[in-house]
């Protein structure tokens, strides 16, 4: 069956991807030229000089990675305890993947160990010792963790794009408009941050917002979303995590029984050890 606004998605996907790749890849210079924006005059970034971005920087990174965690836990948790969440084990192993395969593979395990850019505060033009590597170039100037791609960026979008896919059934017209708003202005920021502290280039950060883009709409297609998030309602999820709690504290009683119960053996032995029969 045909969606038309899951086209409209793909194709706006497609058009930013291939205006990011002319811009970037014939003129890479413009990378440089949008960095230098946010320095000042010796050539340092402004908002790396200044405290409340790095912390907010740092809120924002930690905050993304404990909800990420969470979510990959609680559906890896749900198929192993073989529990059947009302709000539809798909869904959750939907937003699983979606940070597991972008964010995780193909941004930090793949990318960013190997593509060897330098970050921005590492050049040269920004008062570093490393070479400028152009976004699809494979360069030797980082051997670890580099610049391309943004790992913030796309942990940060894939979350509000597996979100925004999962909820919109169940938005209202309202809803739905401040929901992009609220996801998109948190992608903005994330990205803002990364270029503004020097941490990376704008390619870089738009780069890994349209990889967590592709992947979700491949994962929304693969796994059949269209249908199973009607299931992802907020009294499902509630009822979730009713559930969870018992589960967890059914766990914690049988784990404390067999503690007791290791113990008591323990005391037994010490017992005959030191008070023979």
């Given at each position: 069956m045909t969606d038309?606004?899951?086209t409209r998605l793909h194709t706006l996907t497609l058009t930013c991807a291939v205006v990011v790749l002319v811009v970037f890849a014939a003129v890479p210079e413009v990378d440089i030229?949008?960095?230098?924006?946010?320095t000042d005059r010796a050539g340092g970034f402004i908002a790396a000089q200044m405290g409340w971005p790095?912390?907010?920087n740092a809120v924002l990174r930690r905050s993304f990675e404990?909800?990420?965690l969470g979510l990959v836990v609680l559906a890896f948790g749900a198929a192993l305890l073989r529990v059947r969440p009302a709000s539809g084990l798909r869904c959750w192993a939907f937003l699983a993947a979606a940070i597991l395969i972008g964010p995780g593979l193909i941004v930090n395990l793949i990318l960013k160990e190997h593509s060897g850019r330098a970050r921005p505060m590492h050049i040269e033009a920004f008062g570093g010792d490393h070479?400028?590597?152009p976004m699809l170039r494979v360069a030797d100037q980082c051997l670890t963790n580099c610049s391309f791609t943004s790992g913030e960026a796309a942990l940060t979008s894939a979350m509000v794009f597996a979100a925004l896919a999962l909820g919109w059934p169940h938005f209202g017209p309202r809803g739905r408009r401040n929901a992009?708003?609220?996801g998109v202005g948190l992608t903005a920021l994330v990205m803002f941050l990364r270029v503004a502290l020097g941490r990376h280039f704008v390619s870089d950060v738009l780069a890994s917002t349209l990889i967590s883009a592709f992947v979700c709409l491949a994962?929304?297609?693969l796994m059949g979303m269209a249908q199973a998030r009607h299931s992802f309602t907020a009294g499902a999820i509630a009822q979730d995590f009713v559930t969870l709690r018992q589960?967890?504290?059914?766990?914690a009683s049988r784990g404390a029984d067999r503690a007791a119960l290791v113990l008591r053996n323990l005391w037994g032995q010490v017992e005959l050890v030191l008070w023979p029969r």
């Open positions: 038309p606004l899951f030229a949008l960095s230098a924006l946010l790095q912390v907010l404990l909800v990420a070479l400028f590597s992009v708003l609220v994962l929304y297609r589960v967890l504290a059914r766990g």
